[in-house]
């Protein structure tokens, strides 16, 4: 039968504990969340939704064609500007999504005959982009220069070095200075997802890369999505402008893809000028990270440490992972929950999000739930 082998791949599933279910989440959910990116609470700030709106009616609901046609309408440029002013770059690109921007990123970075090294605890996008790429990729031990420069020195030609800047499962931050060192002793590049670092780290959210010194450097590339501390939808790659004008030359997933939606571009730019004028948002999301670590770990429960606004807790299992974040959703709390595939080293846990919007009471009624229904 057409198909049959998808049959047993899904009963292994369930006996593995490991079905994925949609939820769709109605617009009046009473659940407090902790589960979503919207890390600075601005995805239904009026500012960033009348943003939307008010794009929407001026260029239309979609962008109508790909950028190098009809779909770079002068709001995406005002975008790049802003962006890439922010952030601390000569020049950005947006893209219909972050997993775009990583996937154009890569591969138009890595040509025949280059290496590409790989952090091992890297998002999907980044190993999909080496996946995609004509060089060859090394994965290399986690956060960890020194296995990245003995992989550079492995190769004589092009090589770049890519890593999230903060990792999405355990939300530990990259040793980013330390990389770029390893980088710039063998003349590689380093192209980093801040995916959850923009809007969180840095002076005014402007990211992991300004943080540790690395904006504006001419071997240093940038990936960010729209859809998390900016509460939209894209993303974008940021860095010198020899490089973003190599990508609209040579990068698949920019050429051959219809241009971000207004819509999104709009809110996007709202969300960067309210975070402009409200720079305080983004240390407010690492204290009440900070907040909810100790609380939990006072519990007796095994939590990372957070760099940026995830909050990463240790479940038994896969099934106890997926009990456990049902028994906080009937409490009226809704947690992410990591486990394998989506893990590398096959330890489940429920992930949860800071929000700079976050109130002492919420904080405190999340940990009484997380640790009145561990497993
Ligand atoms: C680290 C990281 N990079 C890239 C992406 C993809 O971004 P987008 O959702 O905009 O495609 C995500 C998650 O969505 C992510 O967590």
């Known amino acids: 039968m057409a198909f049959g082998w998808i049959d047993e791949q899904a009963q292994a599933r369930r006996r593995a504990g490991l079905v994925r279910i949609l939820r769709p989440r109605p617009a009046d959910s009473p659940l407090l969340d902790l589960a979503s990116n919207d890390y600075l609470g601005l995805a239904r ?15 239309g609901g979609g962008a109508t064609g790909s950028r190098l046609v009809t779909g770079t309408t002068e709001l995406h440029a005002e975008l790049e500007h802003e962006l890439a002013a922010h952030c601390g770059f000569e020049a950005a690109l947006v893209f219909s999504s972050g997993y775009a921007a990583n996937l154009a990123a890569v591969t138009a970075l890595a040509p025949h005959g280059s290496l590409v090294v790989s952090d091992a605890g890297n998002h999907a996008s980044l190993i999909d982009g080496c996946r995609l790429a004509r060089g060859t990729t090394q994965v290399v031990a986690h956060a960890d220069p020194d296995a990245v420069r003995k992989a550079l020195a492995t190769h004589d030609g092009p090589a770049v070095t890519v890593s999230d800047t903060v990792f999405s499962v355990d939300g530990d931050a990259a040793p980013l200075a330390g990389l770029a060192e390893a ?66 030359n ?103 999000t800071a929000r700079a919007d976050l109130s002492g009471e919420q904080i405190e009624r999340a940990v009484r739930v997380i640790g009145e229904t561990r497993p």
């Not at 710039?184 to 002076?203: C, M, N, S, T």
């Not at 501390?229 to 860095?239: D, F, I, K, R």
């Open 45 to 59: 700030h009026p500012e960033v939704t009348e943003g939307a709106v008010r794009a929407a009616r001026t260029w």
């Open 183 to 248: 980088c710039r002793e063998h003349g590689a590049g380093l192209v980093v997802d801040d995916a959850h670092g923009l809007g969180v780290l840095g002076d005014g959210g402007r990211g992991a890369p300004h943080a540790a010194g690395l904006a504006g450097a001419d071997d240093v590339v940038v990936t960010v999505t729209l859809s998390k501390s900016l509460g939209s939808q894209g993303g974008a790659v940021l860095g010198p402008a020899r490089v973003i004008d190599h990508l609209v």
């Open 250 to 352: 040579a990068a698949r997933t920019f050429i051959f893809d219809t241009g971000l939606a207004p819509a999104a571009a709009g809110a996007a730019l709202a969300a960067l000028i309210l975070l402009r004028r409200e720079p305080e948002r983004a240390a407010r999301a690492r204290e009440v990270a900070a907040e909810l670590h100790a609380r939990l770990t006072a519990l007796g429960l095994s939590a990372v440490r957070p760099d940026a606004a995830v909050v990463s807790v240790r479940a038994p299992s896969p099934e106890g992972a997926v009990r456990w974040a049902a028994d906080c959703r009937a409490a009226g709390l809704s947690v992410g929950c990591f486990r394998p595939p989506s893990v590398p080293d096959g330890v489940s846990r429920l992930r949860l």
